[in-house]
């Protein structure tokens, strides 16, 4: 499947249905690997806010996505929409801090959409297919995702109303599928609930035109769209939420009672688990005499085992009786010493830094050493385990902090800055 967009921009209007605020969203094609991006038009920093879970900054009352100051309310319908119809690209600008609401369903995006057009990108789609079981488990709510071949949702809610009572419902989705059966389902509300709701600052814009609104034994503004709306709009929002690990998912999700809270937990369990993969990595001795400029007897990393691009990595030393430096520091009874060990994280620090491309065939030279503390000796027999965590990098200077473990106890730690130079 090859990755989409939008063939052309579009803008539609209204009031969010919790913050009150009447907002003009525009959507924009936009380039294949760019993904979904809002931007707040109004602010004065126009920052860009991907449509990714890190972002994801609250789900009190509907999922919030910010970066610094800029923050864009109830995002999960209008991502929902982009979901079922397989568009994982477009700029979505606003000039308000929550998308209009609409009829408070996904439909009006997805006719607007269809409308402007879909546009095939010359790239292939990029899926995550779900190879284990991941769960969330808070009291009576439940939700799970499985390895599965297409995009499973099997969803059952429970209230005490006589509209909804129980209701399940078990749907793969695809474009079609949900075009039919999942777009159209409405947010939901209680009567009850409405007065304490805008005390808080939620619900200042819901509606009988934007909302499914209850009472205490009926719905207050007519006909349901589907008899089992209720939990079809559930599915609706975990469409939207899911959206957010960047890419469609092969698997299935079943989900008893849950709502955003539990699924963007569980986004950010998936979204563990996938950087984890990603940053396994297994280069030994040849590898990284193929990225270090080190020889023996000053090449004291053995192996490395992980790299979390932009963020830290992982390597280890063995420590034999046949190291060259125990010959003169203490013979009688060897310790590695400290300076060594510090350099041993120093050379971690450079394979992260000399495995980017732009980095390849420089120098890496040290420029300063702080706050480095030795807790314990390292002898022969030990694995000197060596991770480095970024605290900056601006070109090619760099600061990190280092930690060497033996059995995971601390041996040494401090802090590096290095700067890479032109062999």
Known sequence: MKQKTIAKPFKLSGIGIHTGNYCEIQFEPAPAGKGVVFIREDLEEKTEIPAKIENAVDVARGTILGMGNARVHTVEHVLSALAGLGIYNAIIRVNSNEPPALDGSSKPYVEAIKK????????????????????????????????????????????????IMTQSINIDINPDVFCNEIMGARTFGFFSDYEKLKENGHALGASLENTVALDHDKVMNGALRYDDEFVRH??????????????????????????????????????????EEKSAVDWRIDKIKKILPHRYPFLLVDRIVEIVEGKSARGYKNITSND??????????????????????????????????????????????????FRRPVVPG??????????????????VFGKAEVDGKLAASGELMFSLVNA
């Open 324 to 373: 060259s430096f125990f010959n003169g520091h203490f013979p009688q009874r060897p310790v590695m010493p400290g300076v060594l060990i510090t350099e041993a994280l120093a050379q971690v620090a450079g394979v992260f830094m000399l495995s980017q491309e732009e980095h390849l065939g420089k120098l890496p030279y040290f420029t300063g050493i702080d706050k480095v503390r």
């Open 234 to 275: 559930k599915v609706l929002d975990v469409l939207g939420d899911i959206f957010l690990l960047g890419k469609p998912v092969k698997g299935h999700i079943i989900a008893f009672k849950t709502g955003h809270m539990e699924n963007i937990e569980l986004m950010r369990i998936v979204q563990k688990d996938i950087l």
């Open 116 to 163: 402007a057009g879909i546009k095939e990108l010359d790239e292939e789609q990029d899926f995550y297919k779900v190879k284990k079981v991941f769960s969330i488990n808070k009291n009576d709510k439940k939700i799970i995702l499985t390895p599965g071949n297409g995009q499973m949702i099997s969803f059952t809610i429970e209230y005490d109303h006589p509209k």
């Open 382 to 399: 030990d694995r000197l385990d060596l991770s480095v965590e970024i605290i900056k990098i601006k070109g090619n200077v760099g600061k």
